[in-house]
């Protein structure tokens, strides 16, 4: 049994065998009422993520999924001049980013 009360994880999905381990990665790192927050890329962008949530259900997890741009993730409102340009700048150094990629923004409960 698990015994975080909080577990962040994000990008950890990179082929379809890494949805269930995910999941279960979660599970077992959660006590029973812990949170989770997983943010990853969507299928679009990353193979394997569109399986997450099933895998997650599977295992008794509730699960609560967004699809977010990364404006909306960081709360900026440009990627164009000032500061929200600089994160964005620093973004593009990242392996993988792309300026229009959307995210799944997952919110997850251990219930039992």
């Keep these: 049994m698990g015994t975080h009360d909080v577990v962040?994880?994000?990008d950890v999905i990179c082929k379809d065998s890494d949805a269930g381990a995910a999941a279960?990665?979660?599970h077992d790192s959660l006590r029973v009422g812990g949170r989770a927050y997983v943010v990853s890329?969507?299928?679009a962008h990353r193979f394997g993520v569109d399986l997450f949530n099933g895998c997650a259900k599977e295992l008794g997890l509730k699960i609560e999924s967004e699809k977010m741009d990364v404006k909306a993730i960081l709360g900026v409102t440009t990627g164009e001049g000032g500061e929200d340009e600089q994160v964005f700048a620093g973004l593009r150094e990242c392996a993988?980013?792309?300026d229009d990629m959307t995210f799944w923004f997952h919110k997850i409960?251990?219930?039992k």
């Design 8 to 10: 962040v994880a994000a």
């Design 24 to 26: 279960a990665s979660v």
């Design 41 to 43: 890329g969507t299928g």
């Design 96 to 98: 993988g980013f792309v």
């Design 109 to 111: 409960e251990r219930l």
